[in-house]
């Protein structure tokens, strides 16, 4: 099992690898091609950084990849990235700058086909909006930095070589910047479908610093990407440095740190957090792709400029692979896991069995969804998510939220509160008062995982979620978190195979 | 490594700003030895001066080479260092001038009618003046390129202002009652004067264009 893991994980690495290779060149490209930052000192502090980035902030974005598809078996996640990472590849042979995060929400929404799982629509919207935000949104932020930066030059009348060495400076900064930024954001692309799989457990290193199974995955994902770095991304920063539009030393500058501030929006689970507190809406934690905030940055100096030395044509060639990039990658996907599964046998999705009985019906019932064409199919049992779906379709027309909801009451997910798995809360995340909650419920069995989280909730106010609102929204995900960690912990092994 | 950065910039810096110092010093010793000439010939207050602007220029070279190597070595300002070099190309040919036209004087020891003496005494004059406003365009350049327009305006007006005054001078010893030898040997002399205007003027006009490069 250890070696057939290490194989599924490789196609994450080789994932991660092209992201090192591609996209962490954005970061340093306008750098390095105008020679202001040696390739050495850009590889050194892009690799460290983006590293730093993944392992500590990288939990945010990857959250919205799992709500867009759950992929639950080892071998589907590798297919996932592996289709990611050919069409990232094929793409690049071609000759045009694709996003590795493209890739791997096309690959995810290939998986969902393929095992009958529905796409979550808003999910998917969220992150559509994303991408014709990030090169807008970077566009203006180029525009606004490099009116600050030439105002401030102009007022500052700073020596020539003064000038340099603080842009030099800055470029290194907002390099590194940019890194966390591209490591916190992007390896959820990397390693995010391979985290309902994940391999790794919690570590406690003295008692007080916990190192989580998350962070483990991301920190190999991270040592891929800066592997690609200094395998292949030279060449990449140098055309990205010099292939759009000449750009000067501050104006290379005013790109990094836009990329960088876009990337760190959509990854900033601090930000967030700031922004919930204080009731703000707050920017979704997104995936977003690094490409498209350089290109956006760099039109918004063209734009400045009045258009001119700007190629469009090779714009319009790289949008084009914005929309082309999603579906091939979906395409490529669902007929790979095809092949897995009919040639090689191996399970590309688990199927957990489902069950309408009158207390599922009820709880679907709360949920204000319409219960009256369920009761047809009380008490029935479907072995899989399509037969349920089908099933349902025949009854009733259910929106999709109504459906989710449908679905998560009915799944059956066996769990067993053992006590000899007690010792093993202490790994988890788990306040003491939480933790006593689990430990009042020693013994009792449950068969879907809302019943457990209900019995919490009723032992322990601190298992409650609060209303829907944006101060609550992260002590939500925290008790979902938190859920989750008790689910797995508790789940009744299943038999493999 | 930023702090080491700095080091090595200031150090520059330094470089730039002495570099600056010669040839402006250059400029005033140049005139003086103009003026010791036309009032006691190749004596001792010309000599002195003519070592003063020697030493000025071996210093100016050795700052150039070291100006150079700095910036290609640490590679500083990849942007702009090719236009830098040949800024300080364009200034090194006219603190060469000084000392040539001094040797000139020195070796060829024109025979200057007190008649044209006023007009080699403002010639020399409006040359310095050129060039030290040539050499405050040039530190505008590093320290602060918005007033660099302020110094250029003059190092043109100079220019040709001695250019005025070097047609007057031929004219006049064309019409003298002298040798064509002697008028033909003044006239090198007043030309090699006026060269020094000349040359900041093709200085001052390559760095309007390196000054757009930047501002661009």
């Known amino acids: 099992m250890e070696a057939l893991t290490l194989v599924f994980l490789c196609s994450g690495l080789f994932l991660g690898w092209s992201l090192g290779a591609n996209d962490a060149s954005n970061v340093f490209g306008t750098a390095v091609g105008s020679r202001m930052v040696t390739f050495g000192t850009a590889a050194v502090i892009c690799s460290l950084f983006v590293i730093l980035g993944a392992v500590i902030d990288g939990a945010g974005a990857a959250g919205t990849l799992g709500q867009l598809g759950a992929v639950n078996a080892m071998a589907g996640s590798f297919m996932v990235a592996l289709s990611a990472a050919l069409t990232v590849y094929w793409m690049t042979k071609v000759g045009l700058p694709v996003s590795t995060g493209q890739a791997v929400v096309g690959a995810i929404i290939g998986w969902n086909f393929f095992s009958g799982s529905p796409t979550d629509i808003k999910t998917l919207t969220k992150i559509l909006s994303t991408w014709v935000a990030t090169p807008i949104l970077a566009a203006v932020f180029s525009i606004i930095l490099f009116k600050l930066s030439t105002a401030m030059i102009g007022w500052l009348q700073m020596h020539i070589l003064r000038l340099d060495a603080l842009t030099r400076f800055g470029l290194i900064a907002a390099g590194a910047f940019g890194s966390y930024a591209l490591g916190a954001n992007n390896i959820a692309n990397v390693m995010g479908v391979f985290v309902a799989s994940n391999p790794f457990t919690n570590v406690n290193i003295g008692g007080f610093l916990s190192f989580t199974a998350v962070q483990q995955l991301f920190l190999l994902g991270g040592l891929a990407i800066a592997v690609g770095v200094f395998t292949y991304s030279k060449r990449v920063m140098l055309t990205v440095g010099t292939g759009l539009i000449p750009l000067s030393p501050v104006a290379a500058f005013v790109v990094v740190v836009a990329h960088s501030i876009v990337l760190f929006l959509f990854a900033s689970q601090g930000l967030e957090h700031f922004l919930a507190e204080n009731g703000l809406p707050t920017i979704p934690l997104v995936p977003v792709s690094s490409s498209q905030a350089v290109i956006g940055a760099v039109i918004g100096i063209a734009l400045l400029k009045g258009g001119r030395g700007m190629k469009w044509g090779a714009l319009g060639n790289i949008a084009s692979g914005w929309v082309t990039t999603p579906i091939i990658a979906a395409i490529v996907c669902f007929f790979a896991l095809f092949f897995l599964q009919n040639v090689f046998k191996l399970p590309a999705y688990k199927d957990d069995p489902y069950v309408l009985s009158p207390t599922v019906i009820s709880q679907i019932g709360f949920a204000d969804v319409p219960t009256v064409p369920l009761q047809s199919l009380d008490g029935q049992r479907f072995e899989n998510i399509r037969e349920f779906r089908r099933a349902l379709a025949d009854v009733g027309t259910y929106t999709q939220a109504q459906e989710a909801e449908i679905l998560s009451a009915a799944r059956v997910v066996p769990i067993k509160i053992d006590p000899a798995k007690f010792r093993k809360l202490a790994e988890t995340s788990l306040s003491e008062e939480q933790k006593a909650a689990v430990r009042s419920l020693a013994g009792r069995e449950f068969t879907h995982q809302w019943q457990l989280e209900e019995a919490l909730a009723d032992v322990s106010p601190t298992w409650q979620l609060r209303p829907k609102l944006t101060v609550n929204k992260l002590h939500n995900r925290r008790i979902g978190n938190q859920r989750a960690e008790v689910d797995f912990l508790f789940a009744v092994a299943q038999p493999e195979e | ?216």
């Not at chain 2, 010939?41 to 070279?61: M, P």
């Not at chain 2, 300080?88 to 000392?99: K, S, Y």
């Not at chain 2, 020891?109 to 050499?135: G, H, M, R």
Request: with cysteine.
């Open chain 2, 1 to 216: 490594m930023p702090l080491e950065v700095f080091g090595r910039t200031k150090r520059l810096q330094q470089e730039i700003d002495a570099y600056h110092d010669a040839l402006s010093e250059a400029a005033i010793g140049f005139q003086q030895a103009v003026e010791a000439y036309l009032t006691e010939g190749t004596a001792d207050r010309f000599q002195e001066k003519l070592k003063q602007v020697g030493d000025l220029e071996s210093r100016g070279d050795e700052l150039r080479r070291d100006i150079e190597r700095d910036m290609y070595a640490e590679t500083l300002l990849p942007e702009s260092r090719g236009d830098i070099l040949e800024l300080f190309e364009a200034l090194d040919n006219i603190l060469n001038r000084f000392e040539e036209g001094l040797w000139y004087f020195d070796v060829e020891t024109p025979d200057i009618p007190s008649d044209l003496q006023d007009d080699f005494s403002q010639l020399t004059e409006l040359c310095c003046k050129s060039v030290e406003s040539l050499v405050l365009a040039s530190r505008a350049y590093f320290h602060d390129s918005a007033a660099i327009k302020d110094h250029l305006h003059k190092v043109r007006f100079y220019e040709s202002d001695a250019d005025a005054v070097v047609s007057r001078l031929r004219r006049a010893m064309f019409a003298m009652d002298i040798d064509l030898a002697r008028k033909l040997h003044l006239g090198l002399a007043a030309k090699g004067i006026a060269d020094v205007s000349d040359m900041a003027e093709d200085a001052a006009d390559k760095l309007v264009i390196f000054h757009i490069k930047r501002s661009a």
